[in-house]
Each structure stands twice: as C-alpha cells, then as structure tokens.
C-alpha cells in the first residue's frame, strides 16, 4: 500500500470520528432549549457544544480534520468558526486564559495567616441564539462535506482497506 493510500485511511478515520462529534453538536443543539434551563446547565451546554464541534480540529492520533468544507462557508460562518475553534474552545473552555476571565486576587489575613482567594472580574459570555445558529448551519455544512469526503475515500480506496 503507498503513502497515499495509508494518508486517505488516517484521514477516513479522522472523517468517521468527526461524523460522530459533529452529529452530537447538531444533537445537543437542536434538542436543548436554552430559555428553559438554569445559568449553570447553560454554561455546561455551551461548553458541550464548543468541544464538541472543536474536536475535529483539535488534532489527536489521527490529526486534524481537512479543512475543505471552509470553501462553503459564509464570512460570518468563517468567524464563528474561528471564534468557537480558537477563542471560546483554546481561552475559555479547554484553558482557563487569565485575560479573559479577567482574574484578580484579594489577600485576606486571619489569625497572622495570608490567603489568597482568586476571583473573577468577568465571566466570559459564551454563546447565544444566533451564535447556536450559526453553528448549526456549520455543522450541516461539515457533515455534508463529511459525507462527500466518505464516499470519495471509500471510491479511490481498495475494498476492505479501510
């Protein structure tokens, strides 16, 4: 087998996880209704929606996605990637950037002993209606190119390769 066949395989793998992580975001997306939960579940759905449609491009043991269904999106729909990929899922959600939550400290002293106690100035807004929306029709966008990409790796593939 050549090395482009052995890159077409990682690469269907790659195709058949992000399937399963994008189908989640569409999921949890289409089955939640943020008016009717609490700020603390909505912040957990936030942050589910943003790993989940990360993972694709998070790299891992198989790399990261082929960026071609990029040539699909809208310019909005270019910038909430981007925002969800590299400022919500890099600052926010995976790491706890300083800058953006703003965290300070205060210093309280009881019984000659100092504590430190972290606090936040601000708490990140993560996502809202139109942003979920957004997302959504990005991931229609992906799977569809998901799905083209499958059926074109399985046709230049010998059968049972993959």
């Known amino acids: 087998m050549g090395a482009q066949q052995k890159n077409e395989i990682i690469h269907f793998q790659r195709v058949m996880m992000s399937l399963i992580d994008i189908k989640y975001t569409k999921d949890l997306i289409n089955e939640t209704t943020p008016s009717d939960i609490n700020e603390n579940i909505q912040r957990a759905f936030h ?94 966008i992906i799977e569809s190119w998901l799905f083209e990409e499958q059926t074109r790796i399985k046709n230049f593939l010998p059968c049972g390769s993959y």
């Open 47 to 140: 942050e589910s929606v943003i790993i989940s449609y990360s993972r694709p491009f998070s790299g891992n043991d198989s790399g990261d996605l082929r960026k071609g269904f990029l040539k699909h999106f809208t310019p909005s729909q270019k910038d909430m990637h981007n925002r969800v990929i590299k400022t919500l899922r890099n600052q926010v959600v995976a790491h706890s950037d300083s800058k953006v939550y703003g965290v300070n400290f205060s210093i309280t002293e009881i019984d000659d002993i100092k504590w430190v106690w972290p606090f936040m100035t601000k708490i990140p807004h993560l996502l809202d209606k139109s942003d979920l929306k957004l997302i959504n029709e990005n991931c229609q």
